[in-house]
Each structure stands twice: as structure tokens, then as C-alpha cells.
């Protein structure tokens, strides 16, 4: 496909820039000197050892396998649009990525998954007590130490929106547990899209806030900030979407794991309201069951594919794309950064893995 191969090729542009700052954050061997540096000297006694092990090697471990790193390539993409250089947003680039890794690791945990970038998942590795505490520990790690680094309206600002994007996370995580337990009755549309807003679409509009904030332009913080919330929310629909239609060897997680952890995704929600009655309740009773039974896994993704849920997501994120791209598009000028942040959103919607 053209434009994954081409969006895949900026983004690694960027990738030794990315990681490097990402290793500033969490060096993969904790030291003396990093610990006194950020946290000052000891109390007692630090144990950059024991912090290594149970904080730097999981989240290696995970960092290591690769993925998209699309948020930092967000970021400093929207930064070079308003008339930055990418070296000077790095480091704060790679919070939103760190933070993305934690989720994961602790999301791992919650949805008792079993693998996650084609491995075993962080939890099955190390151990749950060391993959929650890692996983907690780095929504907060990385924000401590950018605020090291600014001072004044810059600090205030990050931190606000930092702890926005944090809570909106919370919640959209706590529809996503409730739904999937069966704790309520019945989930909307719009209930799904609200839950993939908070839990998808706020990490990405905070990297593009932190673009704005480090350009100077907070006057951008709404309109820029709803485009990359909705490109983030319409990667969670392709991504919903992937994990029912994609090919395994190139999405690199189980295919249909969604039915057996019994998610509610916009295919799930629409097919259940547009399947007869019959179908929709054995739809729902499959999912209720969490079922790791790849005959019933095949017939709950053959009766999503049979209600057009597949066809109706992707028309929902390519719209939520292109509404999302009108305003970004009257408020950035053109550049080289603007053509390849246009592609950048038609990719997360468009891509096979």
C-alpha cells in the first residue's frame, strides 16, 4: 500500500530521534547518577538495580518490539507545521509514546491478554505486581521529568493538560472494564465513541497540545487539539476494526481478541442494533461468554461481518478523519510538515497493521 509504506518511512525519519529522547526518560540501566540527577541524593540508599529491574527491562521489553509511534511523529510534525524544528520538541514528543506503552502494559493486565506486538504479554513475562507498578510508574515518570525541563506558563499549561488527558484516560478505561463485565445493559453509538475519545483521541490530542504549548500558540489548543483527538479516536476504530478483519501476521496480536474479551466496539454495537433479533442476541451471548472457542470466535466475526458493522466503522473513521483535517487544514500554513501530517491521519485509518 503506497501510503503506508510512505507514512512508515517519515515516521522512521524520526525514530532514532524518538528513541533517544525516550531513553532520557527511562535509560534502560537506572543509575546512581540519573536517580541523584532527577530525585536528588537519597534518604538512605538509592538501588538503581532493583529500579532497573522492575522498571526499565518491562518497559524495554515492550518498547523494544517496535509499533507505529505515530503520537511522536504527531507531535513534532504539528510543531514543524507551526515553524519548529523537530530537535527542540523531542524530548517532550516522547511523553505521550511512554505514557501509550503504560497503558498498555496495564491494559494487558485488565483484559488478561495474552500477547501483545506478536510476544507474550508484559504481565506473563515479569509478573503482574511488576507490570502494574511499571505500568503506573511511567504515566507519571516522564511528565515528572518535563517539568524539569520548563518553567512558567509553558510548565502550568503541560501540567494542566497533562492531567486532563490522565483522567479522560481513567474514564474511558472505566466504560471500556464496564462494558466488557456486563455491567450495564445496553451500549450506544455514542457511548462507544465517547469512551474512544477519552481513551484514544485524549492521548493524541495532548500531543498535539504539547506542539501548540511549545510553539507558543495556545491559541491553537482547541481546534488543533480536537484534530488530533479525532484522529486518535478514528485509530481506535481502525484498530477495533483490524483486530475482526485484519490479517494476524501483520497486526500481530490475536485475531478476535476483542470477541473474547468481550468488547463493545462500534461493529459490535451497530451489529447487535441491525442483525434480526435472533442473530443479535446470540451475537451478545457470545460475547457475555468470553470465549476463546475459535469456532465461536469465527461466528460472532461472521455475524459482524454479516450486519455491514465493517463497512459502517470505516465510513465512521474516514469521516471523523476528514471533519478532523477541514480545521487543521484552514489553520496550518502549507508546508513539507502539513503534507506529510495529512497523510499521517489518512494513514491511521487506512492501514493494514
Given at each position: 500500500m503506497e501510503l503506508e509504506a510512505e507514512v512508515l518511512k517519515f515516521i522512521g525519519e524520526y525514530s532514532s530521534m524518538v528513541e533517544e529522547a525516550v531513553e532520557k526518560h527511562v535509560p534502560r540501566r537506572l543509575t546512581h547518577s540519573y536517580l541523584v540527577t532527577h530525585f536528588g541524593e537519597a534518604r538512605f540508599k538509592h538501588s538503581p538495580e532493583s529500579l532497573t529491574e522492575g522498571l526499565s527491562k518491562p518497559f524495554w521489553e515492550l518498547f523494544s518490539r517496535g509499533g507505529k509511534r505515530w503520537r511522536p511523529a504527531l507531535t513534532i510534525l504539528i510543531y514543524e507545521a507551526l515553524g519548529g524544528r523537530a530537535e527542540d520538541v523531542a524530548f517532550a514528543a516522547a511523553v505521550p509514546e511512554i505514557i501509550h506503552n503504560a497503558t498498555l502494559i496495564v491494559d494487558d493486565v485488565e483484559d488478561s491478554s495474552q500477547l501483545r506486538r506478536g510476544k507474550p504479554c508484559i504481565h506473563h513475562i515479569y509478573g503482574v505486581d511488576i507490570a502494574v507498578n511499571a505500568g503506573n510508574a511511567l504515566y507519571y515518570l516522564p511528565v515528572y521529568l518535563l517539568m524539569q525541563s520548563v518553567s512558567g506558563k509553558t510548565r502550568q499549561l503541560l501540567l494542566e493538560k497533562y492531567v486532563e488527558m490522565m483522567v479522560k484516560l481513567s474514564l474511558g478505561q472505566t466504560m471500556d472494564i464496564v462494558w466488557h463485565r456486563g455491567l450495564v445493559s445496553?451500549?450506544?453509538?455514542?457511548?462507544?465513541?465517547?469512551?474512544?475519545?477519552?481513551?484514544?483521541?485524549?492521548?493524541?490530542?495532548?500531543?498535539?497540545?504539547?506542539?501548540?504549548?511549545?510553539?507558543?500558540?495556545?491559541?491553537?489548543?482547541?481546534?488543533?487539539?480536537?484534530?488530533?483527538?479525532?484522529?486518535?479516536?478514528?485509530?481506535?476504530?481502525?484498530?477495533?476494526?483490524?483486530?475482526?478483519?485484519?490479517?494476524?501476521?501483520?497486526?500481530?496480536?490475536?485475531?478476535?481478541?476483542?470477541?473474547?474479551?468481550?468488547?463493545?466496539?462500534?461493529?459490535?454495537?451497530?451489529?447487535?442494533?441491525?442483525?434480526?433479533?435472533?442473530?443479535?442476541?446470540?451475537?451478545?451471548?457470545?460475547?457475555?461468554?468470553?470465549?476463546?472457542?475459535?469456532?465461536?470466535?469465527?461466528?460472532?466475526?461472521?455475524?459482524?461481518?454479516?450486519?455491514?458493522?465493517?463497512?459502517?466503522?470505516?465510513?465512521?473513521?474516514?469521516?471523523?478523519?476528514?471533519?478532523?483535517?477541514?480545521?487543521?487544514?484552514?489553520?496550518?500554513?502549507?508546508?513539507?510538515?502539513?503534507?506529510?501530517?495529512?497523510?499521517?491521519?489518512?494513514?491511521?485509518?487506512?492501514?493494514?497493521?
Open positions: 445496553e451500549v450506544s453509538e455514542e457511548d462507544y465513541l465517547q469512551m474512544a475519545s477519552y481513551k484514544t483521541g485524549a492521548l493524541s490530542r495532548f500531543a498535539v497540545e504539547i506542539a501548540c504549548i511549545y510553539s507558543g500558540r495556545e491559541d491553537l489548543l482547541d481546534v488543533l487539539g480536537l484534530f488530533g483527538e479525532n484522529i486518535g479516536t478514528a485509530f481506535q476504530i481502525q484498530d477495533d476494526y483490524l483486530n475482526i478483519f485484519g490479517e494476524e501476521a501483520k497486526y500481530r496480536k490475536e485475531i478476535g481478541g476483542d470477541i473474547t474479551e468481550g468488547k463493545y466496539t462500534l461493529m459490535t454495537v451497530y451489529a447487535m442494533r441491525h442483525l434480526p433479533r435472533e442473530k443479535s442476541m446470540r451475537l451478545r451471548e457470545i460475547l457475555a461468554s468470553h470465549t476463546s472457542d475459535p469456532v465461536l470466535v469465527n461466528e460472532a466475526i461472521q455475524l459482524i461481518r454479516d450486519s455491514g458493522a465493517g463497512d459502517y466503522a470505516k465510513k465512521v473513521s474516514r469521516n471523523m478523519v476528514e471533519e478532523a483535517w477541514r480545521a487543521a487544514d484552514k489553520t496550518l500554513p502549507e508546508s513539507p510538515a502539513k503534507n506529510r501530517l495529512k497523510k499521517l491521519a489518512n494513514f491511521l485509518v487506512e492501514r493494514t497493521l
